[in-house]
């Protein structure tokens, strides 16, 4: 399996601002994930962060809102922008790795926004 | 796109019975379908995978089958512990560079 460290591991936010999520990977990988999970629900991908180009996104997401970086094959960063209470959720970073193409995950963020 | 359905939502049973979690898939292209399992607060973790070449895949107490032609695959736990509880996800994926479909989950209970 991999490391995935994944940074804050919760926050509660004010209605408006911004919030980055940090995922680094001990290793070289091929695909990085965000994904999100609301309480009691299945995880939704949200994008794809590809390495030194634009992130893919799945539909109901755009990159006003949540923006994706992910300068390098090990770190990658999610920002949930001008954030709403819809926003609260749990925020999920995953890698696959070329060797095994298996998916992990990392430990996750618990966005809570009042 | 691929969709993934999964049975049941939520299942009880009793410590020492089996437990099987259904799901089944829309795109025959699919050709990997992993099993994660989350427990309360943390991440999901993958605990047993199956790839399209393959019809059964066992790991001591969990077993995955996949029927390909009917589409769907099955995860399979024996002799359940307590610390078997937890919300269990499948997933399909046409492999390498291509992304995750998740079922929506089924919430185990084992009742010691």
């Known amino acids: 399996s991999a490391v995935i460290s994944q940074k804050p591991s919760r926050d509660i936010c004010q209605r408006g601002t911004s919030l980055t999520i940090q995922c680094q990977v001990d290793?070289?990988?091929?695909?990085m994930f965000w994904y999100r999970q609301q309480p009691g629900q299945s995880l939704t991908l949200i994008a794809t962060?590809?390495?030194?180009?634009?992130?893919?996104?799945e539909s109901g997401f755009v990159i006003d809102k949540f923006p994706i970086s992910r300068p390098n094959l090990t770190f990658s960063t999610l920002t949930v922008s001008n954030m709403s209470p819809e926003d609260s959720s749990i925020y999920l970073c995953?890698?696959?790795?070329?060797?095994?193409?298996?998916?992990?995950f990392g430990s996750g963020t618990q966005l809570s926004v009042l | 796109g691929e969709n993934v359905e999964q049975h049941p939502s939520t299942l009880s049973v009793q410590e020492g019975d089996s437990a099987v979690i259904k799901c089944t898939y829309s795109?025959?292209?699919?050709?990997?379908f992993p099993w994660y399992k989350q427990e309360l607060g943390k991440r999901p973790q993958l605990i047993i995978d199956?790839?399209?070449?393959?019809g059964e895949k066992k790991d001591q107490r969990i077993a995955v089958t996949l029927n390909k032609t009917a589409k769907h695959f099955s995860l399979h736990i024996t002799e359940t512990q307590p610390e078997d509880s937890a919300v269990y996800f499948c997933?399909?994926?046409?492999?390498?560079?291509?992304?995750?479909?998740f079922g929506t989950g089924t919430s185990l209970t084992v009742i010691p």
């Open positions: 995953s890698v696959e790795r070329a060797t095994n193409e298996k998916l992990f």
């Open positions: 290793s070289q990988v091929t695909m």
């Open positions: 962060a590809n390495q030194g180009s634009e992130a893919t996104y």
């Open positions: 795109d025959s292209a699919s050709n990997y």
């Open positions: 199956i790839r399209s070449n393959v």
């Open positions: 997933a399909a994926s046409k492999g390498s560079r291509n992304q995750f479909y």
